[in-house]
């Protein structure tokens, strides 16, 4: 390793929003630890992870906040957001409101960021295919209205999740070098 690469870090915090129960903490955990909880409970304890990845043969670390919960109240602080250079927007495509509520969620993130951040609108439980209430096309749709990348993920197979964490960390990295 030469002693420019030795010399570089980076640390990228990244905010996990939505509705409660859109299954914000497994995608948390499904990515930093591959691991899964079938029961919902609120998240105790930790308030974020963190997950390395190579850019450009550099580390690239993501410190990737979970809200313990707030969401239920709308209570999300300012604390939460600050620093983000990153944003997880999540709603549950079996679930409606959950993505009638994406808008609100995107407003208070926009509030409380005085940066560029790069944003991404995730559909997640893909799994549950028989009970879909919003469709692809809407989901994609909507990302484009407001200018953010588009997919939907399942905590619960994999699906796309590390694919999801990857690309913001990349545009991350693309709109800082
Ligand atoms: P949060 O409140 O947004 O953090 O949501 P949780 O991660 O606690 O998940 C809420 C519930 O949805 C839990 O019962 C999870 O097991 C479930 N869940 C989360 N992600 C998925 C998924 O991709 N597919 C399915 N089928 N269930 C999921
Ligand atoms: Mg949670």
């Not at 990228?12 to 509705?19: A, R, T």
């Not at 893909?126 to 990348?149: M, N, T």
């Amino acid at each position: 390793m030469s002693d420019d690469e030795r010399c570089e870090e980076y640390l990228f915090k990244i905010v996990i929003i939505g509705d409660s129960a859109v299954g914000k903490s497994n995608l948390l955990t499904r990515y930093a630890r591959n691991e899964f909880n079938p029961n919902s409970k609120a998240t105790i304890g930790v308030e974020f992870q963190t997950q390395s990845m190579l850019i450009d043969g550099k580390e690239v670390k993501a410190q990737i906040w979970d809200t313990a919960g707030q969401e239920r109240f709308r209570a999300v602080t300012s604390a939460y957001y600050r620093g983000a250079v990153g944003a997880l927007v999540v709603y549950d495509i079996t679930r409606t409101s959950t993505f009638e509520n994406v808008g609100r969620w995107l407003d208070e993130l926009n509030t409380h960021s005085d940066t560029t951040v790069a944003k991404m609108l995730i559909g997640n439980k893909c799994d549950l295919e028989s009970i879909r209430a919003v469709s692809i096309e809407e989901g994609k749709s909507l990302a484009e209205s407001q200018g953010l990348f588009f997919m939907e993920t399942s905590a619960l197979d994999s699906t796309n999740v590390s694919t999801a964490f990857e690309m913001v960390i990349r545009e991350i990295y693309g709109n800082i070098s």
